[in-house]
């Protein structure tokens, strides 16, 4: 069995560098972390790819493992399944509906308060809209909009992702501001998801 030190290492360092070894065809493979986040993503690597995983503690950190099997994790939804839960469809060759990053908790420049009002504007307009987007990412700044936010962006939020959206929030993020016990809505992702989400999209608006 092929064993990966991460030890110190980021998300999605780890999430890369086990997919890496899986798409050379390495079916037992176990992962040395020690962060909660690359655990998480991992498992997740481990149901989309088929893989059964295990998770063990170990000094230090955790060991996540890949064998053949049934995945323990299921598969987390493409952006195909949530436009056809909205009801969208995909254009042949050129992406698959659209995607909305969210960077920051505003929009534009000028003004900070008005930048805000604006955000929770735009994200309740998107929840009221029959045209949803396959993915909502948040990353720096915007992460704080879904975790300890006000209760109106986490309603229109989770509106979307009742509506089909799959919402993606950046786990490196929610560590730098401190807020990660405080997520209301979305799941826990990392950049190489996050990427994926952008490159799979017809194309990505950015708020």
């Known amino acids: 069995m092929k064993i990966?030190?991460?030890f110190g290492m980021q998300c999605p360092k780890p999430l890369v560098l086990a997919k890496k070894e899986i798409d050379a065809g390495c079916r037992e493979l176990s992962v040395?972390?020690?962060?909660?986040?690359?655990?998480?993503n991992l498992t997740r690597l481990g149901g989309k790819t088929g893989l059964a995983v295990s998770v063990d503690e170990i000094e230090g950190g955790w060991l996540v493992s890949f064998a053949e099997g049934d995945g323990s994790a299921a598969p987390a939804p493409a952006p195909e399944a949530a436009l056809v839960a909205a009801g969208a469809s995909c254009a042949a060759g050129g992406g698959c509906g659209y995607a909305v990053f969210v960077g920051k908790?505003?929009?534009g420049a000028g003004d900070g308060e008005l930048g805000y009002n604006?955000?929770?504007m735009a994200l309740y307009t998107l929840s009221e809209s029959d045209d949803v987007p396959a993915s909502l990412l948040f990353m720096n700044a915007g992460v704080k909009l879904v975790a300890g936010?006000?209760?109106q962006v986490v309603d229109s939020v989770r509106a979307l992702a009742e509506k089909g959206t799959e919402v993606l929030v950046c786990g490196t993020c929610l560590d730098f501001y401190g807020c990660k016990d405080q997520l209301a809505v979305g799941e826990v992702s990392n950049m190489y998801d996050?990427?994926?989400?952008?490159q799979e999209a017809a194309k990505v608006i950015t708020l």
């Open 32 to 40: 040395q972390v020690d962060n909660e986040t690359a655990v998480k």
């Open 149 to 151: 936010g006000e209760q």
């Open 194 to 198: 996050i990427l994926g989400r952008m």
């Open 118 to 120: 604006l955000m929770k």
């Open 105 to 107: 908790d505003h929009v």
């Open 4 to 6: 990966i030190d991460a």
